[in-house]
Structure formats: structure tokens, C-alpha cells
């Protein structure tokens, strides 16, 4: 992986922007950072896979420290939290690697016999944008059934009980922890302890979408007061069009 250049994260930064859905972001963002990776392959990855390369361009691109501000769910106090990106760098229990998508996993429950694979960023994308979050998990788990059996009969992932459907949710987490990352949060108030997510698709994408806007707002004053066009402004380093702006304002 490498970080992309200037020109290459904004075409992907604006080829993000035209997509609501966080998935595609992610997915343009990796796709520029990632050439040694085959087109479509980055898609098929795990989610958790996914978001580990993300974890990694993060900390190329502006260090390793994470900081976020979250409110106390009792007393409404304001938390300030900061940590590294190898606090939220995890593997399943017992294993060394992260898991592929293409992995076969199963799950014996209540005389059902379930063979499925994990979740990647083309199963997120084709969910559909509405409809509750049971929906969604009944679309997703139809993705990636592979087999579904109770007795010897198959049955289809429409059919399969709601307790069934919650347990492999939760086989599923357990399976690609990094792909659903909680933190364990104090309050110093009123000492609750409750678990927060932590997404970095929407997090990182914060941080560029922040970045490109301020580029293209120096690209403005130094087209404007130099004239020169776009591709030139974007070619030169960001220490140089620092000194020209500086001495814009002198
Ligand atoms: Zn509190």
C-alpha cells in the first residue's frame, strides 16, 4: 500500500463524495491506495480485511493517534477519547490472521445444520438503502448463505427463524472482530461503562473530505492571486504551496 498522490486521493475523495454509501468510499479510497491489489478484489475482501488496509492508510497518511469526542448515554457529559490504531488492530480469538470472505463457517443450532461465509463490501453495497436493520440482516444473511439445512431438508435464508438469524449475526462478529469494533468507555462523571462503535470508513473519510476542502480552498487563493492553473497548483508540494500562501498574507 502506498498513499496515493495528491491528484490521485482527490479524484478518489470526489468519486466518494458522489456516493452516499459509506461502503463506496471506502472502496474508492482503497482502490487508490492499493494498486498492487487487482480491481474488485479490495470489494471481495472481508470486511474486516477491508478495514484493517483502511487502519493502515490512516496511520500512513496521518499517524497512528485516533481521537474522537462521544457523550456519556446517562449524563450526557462530553468524552474525549484518544487511541493508537494498534488499540483497535484485532484478530478472532486463537488465530493469527484475519479471515477471507471466501471462508466456509458454519453454525449447529436447534436441529439447523448452517454452512456460510463471511460478509464483503459487494454484500454491504447490494443491501438495499431503506427498510429496518432486521431487513437488512435478513438480505445480508441471504448473500452469504451457502447452506442451510434442518434435518436432512434444505431450506432457503427466507425461512429461517429469527433466534437463528441473531445467532449468526453474532457468529459472524465473532468470526471478523475487526470488522465491528467496540470500545470500552468510561465516564469520569457519574462512572457508567457502556461499549461505543468505532467506524473507520466514516472517520477517515471525515479526515479527507476535511483535507481536500482545505486543498482546494489553497488551490482558490493561489489560482486566484497567481493565476496558475489547477494541475500545477496540485503538482507542487504541500511545503510549497504553504510558502506561497504564506506570502500571500504578507
Ligand atoms: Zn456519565
Redesign the pocket.
Known sequence: MQVPSTQDLLAAWEHGRATPRPTGRALALLSAACAEIPPGEVARLAIGARDRLLLTLRRKMFGSRLAAVTQ?P????SLELEFDVDDISVTPSGKTELPESTEALSLSQDGYEISFRLPNSLDLLALPGHGSIDESKRHLIERVLLQALHGDREISAAKLPQALMDALARKMSLADPQGEIRLNLS?A????NWRAPFDIVSYLWSEIDAWAIRLLRDVHQLARAYGWPESDILALSPMRRQCYLDMLDQ
Open positions: 456519556c446517562a449524563c450526557r457529559a465516564c462523571e457519574c462512572e457508567t
